[in-house]
């Protein structure tokens, strides 16, 4: 089975059901194990504080746990940092992080992110 990550955003539609923006991605998800950095449930918790979205980050990343089988992945932070450093591309934190995570797994991260998708081969459109 293949290894994705998921990109901040995928995590909101999926969580919230959102069909059509997860439409071109779906069989991709659906045969794959599904994963997110833990830096993703600190930005979904920033999203709720800012009120983006309507949960706290765990919430969300619990129900998924349980709905989806989401995992939360386990690389150890300075493997990801040091994966981090060559990211210069961009100065969003959670951003160069998340894709830092995904490239040191050798998972492809799915994400409607026009800048990732222009610097990252391993990245999928959704």
């Not at 040091?82 to 040191?104: C, G, M, Q, Y």
Request: one cysteine or more; a neutral charge.
């Amino acid at each position: 089975m293949t290894l994705l990550h998921l990109d901040s955003h995928v995590v909101v539609w999926l969580w919230a059901g959102d069909a059509t923006r997860l439409r071109p991605v779906w069989r991709l998800l659906r045969r794959s194990q599904l994963a997110i950095s833990p830096v993703t449930m600190l930005e979904l918790q920033f999203l709720f504080e800012i009120g983006r979205i309507t949960a706290p980050g765990m919430d969300v990343v619990r129900e998924l746990v349980r709905d989806v089988g989401l995992q939360v992945a386990a690389t150890p932070l300075a493997r990801i940092v040091d994966e981090s450093i060559a990211l210069n591309w961009t100065r969003d934190p959670f951003d160069r992080l998340i894709v830092a995570h995904a490239k040191a797994e050798g998972a492809k991260l799915v994400t409607r992110d026009r800048g990732i998708l222009d610097h990252c081969s391993w990245a999928q459109w959704a």
